[in-house]
């Protein structure tokens, strides 16, 4: 059964910093490329940052600078550090990994921004 498990999510004040991780089973995890993907409330998803099996990353371009993604294959775990972070932030933040025409999900952790 393939499982995707994010954590690290919760409150936290503008400028400060969190890093989520997102934890696979049941699929070779260094095969897959993994993304993750955030959605504000009442906003579309939007990808935030991936990373190929070679690690590769790209980032949306609000997110450059300030978020770094990187993943431990021997963990099977994905890693966001977002730092200077601001109310905009807001989100549920889910990781995807992907390989070809195959894509899975997490469930997502909620990270807010609030003073």
């Known amino acids: 059964q393939v499982q995707l498990v994010e954590s690290g999510g919760g409150l936290v004040q503008p400028g400060g910093s969190l890093r989520l991780s997102c934890v696979g089973s049941?699929?070779?995890?260094?095969?897959?490329?993994m993304t993750w993907y955030r959605q504000g409330l009442g906003k579309e998803r939007e990808l935030v940052a991936t990373i190929s099996t070679i690690r590769t990353t790209n980032y949306a371009d609000s997110m450059k600078g300030r978020f770094t993604i990187s993943r431990d294959n021997d963990k099977n775990t994905v890693y966001l550090q977002m730092t200077n972070l601001n109310p905009d932030d807001t989100a549920v933040y889910y990781c995807?990994?992907?390989?070809?025409?195959?894509?899975?999900w997490g469930q997502g952790t909620q990270v807010t921004v609030s003073s």
């Open positions: 995807s990994a992907s390989l070809v025409a195959q894509r899975y």
């Open positions: 049941g699929f070779t995890f260094s095969r897959y490329a």
